[in-house]
């Protein structure tokens, strides 16, 4: 059982192309999120949807834009792709503690390799 | 603002060897998480374990324990008796107000 699924694996696609990368956790959490992870392995967030409302915004070019359909699913669409955007994209999920204070772990989905040539 | 450090680019040991990861943190909350993540080979990113900052108990799970202090602001992870399969890249993160900051990571490479 995928608690947390991402598709495709790999994407490979030319620069100046429009990309989509899907993302679904079937663990009932009410809060996803995308990653960006370089070459050299750093991590960092991208955003994040809380019940469907973006709450997380980082400093992420308007050329990426998430769309959050229902709580289960957090796709991530990239327009004008550029050479600079190859990466790894991870989707990840949370439950919020009660009390609505914090949330709990993330979960990470297995990854999107993204190559643009 | 948030910050983890972990100071150790790459570790390289024999197998059954104990190795220790260090992470340092920095925040101005009282109130936040401490995480480690597994990264192998294949990709994926595995959680190990969540500290909160009011639990300063030590952790112990197989091979595998956790030593937090807010007095030095530390997280250190240490895997007893390594092995193979250990061989992965190591994330330790901050978490607050919904955001995971994380460090750089510590690549482990065990030998057989």
């Known amino acids: 059982d995928t608690a947390v699924s991402q598709t495709p694996k790999y994407l490979v696609t030319q620069m100046g192309n429009d990309k989509s990368i899907k993302c679904e956790q079937n663990?009932?959490?009410?809060?996803m999120y995308w990653y960006k992870q370089d070459s050299k392995k750093f991590l960092k967030i991208m955003f994040s949807?809380?019940?469907?409302?973006?709450?997380i915004n980082e400093t992420v070019p308007n050329r990426f834009s998430p769309k959050s359909p229902d709580k289960a699913h957090l796709n991530l669409h990239i327009n004008s792709l550029e050479l600079g955007d190859s990466a790894v994209y991870f989707c990840?999920?949370?439950?919020?503690?009660?009390?609505?204070?914090?949330?709990?772990?993330?979960?990470f989905g297995p990854g999107t390799r993204l190559t643009v040539l | 603002a948030q910050k983890v450090t972990q100071a150790q680019t790459e570790i390289s040991v024999v197998e059954k060897e104990d190795v220790t990861l260090d992470c340092v943190y920095e925040t101005r909350d009282t109130t936040y998480y401490l995480f480690w993540y597994k990264q192998p080979p294949s990709g994926e990113l595995v959680f190990l374990i969540r500290r909160n900052s009011f639990d300063e108990q030590n952790e112990i799970s197989g091979r595998y324990s956790w030593n937090f202090q807010k007095s030095t602001s530390s997280f250190n992870f240490t895997i007893t008796a390594s092995q193979v399969v250990d061989s992965a890249v190591y994330f330790c993160a901050l978490l607050n107000d919904y955001k995971l900051s994380f460090g750089a990571g510590t690549t482990v490479t065990v030998r057989a």
């Open positions: 663990l009932g959490h009410d809060t």
């Open positions: 949807y809380n019940n469907k409302e973006l709450i």
């Open positions: 990840a999920s949370s439950q919020e503690a009660s009390g609505g204070y914090s949330v709990l772990t993330q979960y």
